[in-house]
């Protein structure tokens, strides 16, 4: 949540810090600011709403200097305004601090300094640093912030300068994702590496409690108590590809990245089918085979779409590698204390790596002597450095706040895992090998798939007005209703419900009448003959029915009022394959509301506050 941008170095700041906020946008967007400076002239522009209004007041009145900082802002504390966007200064305006997180004494601490007598000028937490670095900024500006940050309890990946010691950049971070970038004439700082790339060929990952220091070409790497750390630099090209984080032909990101699911999937599974062994292989688990036998339990821990990609693992495991799972929402898991035995594995589920919530509960997991797994998506994240071990899932940058193609490369990372597992234990050979011959399939059954994106597009056209919408499926179809509901009311703001389909005759059933339409998933399978009782159920109660069913499956097309074909996989795949027509429907429904896609209101990509 919130985007920061830094800069210093031999060529104006401000367009490197607007090109920079305008690929984190997706972090939070609803205001924006920067600040650079020039000899000890400070020159800070900042506005309410989308990152366009901040770009036409530097074009208005141009913010000059080769140093500068920036931020795009997700309000924690005070509302989405001019005065509350960041960055925020100290009573002499000669401290500027960009900051994301949240500072949780904020209240005892902004009582202090106003008994000294400072005055404040915004509602926000961010301010309270600002003055508290001024108070102690006695020409050294990482001496202050050092002392700052000893009095703060939350968490923070800021962004500080003075006019004072022009060209100076102090970063730090606890909890809040920092990354320092090496390049294209000076040094910079950003929340993600994805706003430097193209600006800087290597890139620093910051780890709690480190600060950084830049100065031009100058950078150096601290401990909180100011002593030297050596830093791991890496190849910033490794993982970033040009391009990546633009929309190219397609409209928005979340359609581009819709489409980019055959590749996406493809990339989950290069190099891990093994036919030899019929089994799946990762690099990065770290575990030997022994080791890997000794698991007698598996915790998923993850929030929102992954969680839901958690729920489907569940599934997967169980069946496939006969384990005992259980799925928990990372923000709970985090404040339980579960017993665990000694063989139980925590694995979280994330895309960004960052979600505050899953990182405290893969901490707490290590704490308590726990091995820890991840299944990421964004190399270099904080959960991806921090867990035992864990696999990549080669998605690319997910730019829409809406999660699409991470939670299908979830899926399949965790079926190759559950074979993997399964093969240390009761699969057999000639299962894995079947399962490995339609995992290899997938990538071609999904572009098939998209197909029937016009088909959607017809049904969202009849359905757009609806208010409340119900998501039906059973057994590994459960989490895709559930995942189906989030995705629409993400990003179209209509009420929406994933439900098991046989539970609504315990309760949900009576939100049924003709207004209220229900998504039945319906392909063939075992359960395929009860989910058809229950779509009878609903049809008896006037509820409009579109049905994801089989292709050409006469059955569902003589009950439902709408039917959107999907190619046939066996079960287990059969969450990945119904996700796609899923996400176009949310799609294509929140275009007909007139929302904005890509920037749903209230929310932002990567919640790294609790
Ligand atoms: O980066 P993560 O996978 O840890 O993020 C978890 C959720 O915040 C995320 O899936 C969120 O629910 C998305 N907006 C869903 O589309």
Redesign the pocket.
């Known amino acids: 949540m919130c985007g920061i941008v830094g800069f210093t170095g031999r060529r104006e700041a401000s367009p490197v810090l607007l090109e920079g906020l305008r690929r984190l946008e997706y972090r939070g967007y609803d205001s924006a600011g920067l600040i650079t400076g020039t000899g000890n002239e400070l020159h800070l522009r900042k506005k309410a709403g989308r990152l366009a209004e901040l770009t036409k007041a530097v074009a208005a009145h141009p913010a000059p200097g080769c140093y500068g900082i920036s931020h795009t802002r997700w309000a924690t504390h005070g509302g989405a305004t001019d005065r509350n966007a960041h960055p925020h200064l100290d009573g002499t305006n000669t401290i500027a601090v960009v900051h994301n997180g949240v500072i949780e004494n904020f209240a005892p601490l902004k009582h202090q300094l106003r008994s000294a007598g400072v005055q404040f000028r915004s509602d926000t937490d961010t301010e309270v640093l600002a003055h508290l670095i001024g108070h102690y900024y006695v020409g050294d500006l990482v001496a202050a912030v050092r002392q700052a940050l000893t009095l703060v309890k939350g968490t923070y990946g800021i962004a500080v300068m003075s006019r004072a010691e022009p060209g100076l950049i102090v970063g730090a971070r606890l909890g809040s994702p920092l990354v320092l970038g090496v390049g294209d004439g000076g040094t910079f700082l950003a929340s993600d590496a994805n706003a430097l790339a193209g600006y800087a060929d290597k890139v620093v990952y910051l780890s709690d409690r480190q600060l950084c220091v830049l100065n031009g070409d100058d950078w150096e790497l601290r401990a909180q108590d100011l002593s030297p750390v050596t830093a791991s630099v890496h190849d910033i090209a490794h993982f970033l590809a040009d391009g990546d984080a633009e929309k190219g032909e397609f409209p928005h990101f979340m359609l581009k990245e819709i489409y980019e699911q055959p590749e996406t999937l493809a990339n989950a599974m290069r190099g891990r089918l093994d036919d030899a062994d019929s089994t799946a292989h990762f690099g990065g688990l770290n575990l030997s085979p022994q080791q890997l036998r000794q698991i007698d339990r598996v915790i998923l821990t993850?929030?929102?779409?992954?969680y839901h990609a958690g729920l489907v693992g569940e599934y997967l495991f169980e069946e496939l590698a006969r384990m005992p799972v259980e799925v928990e929402y990372a923000s709970e898991f985090r404040y339980r204390n579960p017993p665990m035995d000694r063989g139980t594995v925590v694995l979280a589920v994330?895309?960004?790596g960052?979600?505050a919530d899953?990182l405290a509960a893969l901490r707490e997991s290590k704490r308590m002597g726990h091995t820890t797994l991840a299944i990421c998506n964004t190399v270099g994240s904080t959960i991806a450095r921090e867990a035992d071990g864990g696999v990549y899932l080669h998605a690319g940058p997910e730019i829409g706040?809406?999660?699409t193609k991470?939670f299908t490369s979830q899926v399949a990372v965790m079926t190759m895992l559950a074979v993997y597992f399964g093969r240390t234990r009761h699969l057999s050979s000639i299962q894995g090998q079947r399962i490995i011959e339609e995992l290899r399939a997938l990538p071609d059954v999904v572009r098939r798939t998209l197909g029937c994106h016009d088909h959607v597009k017809r049904v969202a056209a009849k359905y757009a007005d609806a208010r409340n919408v119900l998501y039906l499926g059973r057994q590994y179809l459960y989490p895709a209703a559930l995942e189906g509901a989030?995705?629409l009311k993400?990003i179209s703001y209509i009420h929406a419900e994933g439900y098991p389909a046989a539970e609504m005759k315990h309760g949900p059933i009576a939100l049924v009448d003709e207004s209220t339409p229900s998504v039945f998933l319906v392909p063939r399978g075992n359960v395929f003959d009860k989910v058809m009782s229950n779509m009878q159920e609903i049809k008896a109660r006037g509820g409009p029915v579109i049905a994801i069913a089989s292709e050409g499956d006469a059955e569902v097309a003589a009950v439902a009022d709408d039917v959107i074909p999907i190619p046939d996989v066996p079960e287990y795949l059969q969450p990945i394959v119904v996700a796609i027509p899923l996400q176009l429907l949310a799609y294509e429904i929140a275009l007909l509301c007139g929302c904005d896609v890509d920037k749903p209101r209230n929310?932002a990509k990567?919640?790294t506050v609790e």
Not at 302 to 306: E, K, L, M, P, Q
């Open positions: 993850a929030c929102g779409t992954s994330t895309q960004s960052e979600t899953t706040v809406a999660s991470a989030l995705k993400e929310l990567s919640v």
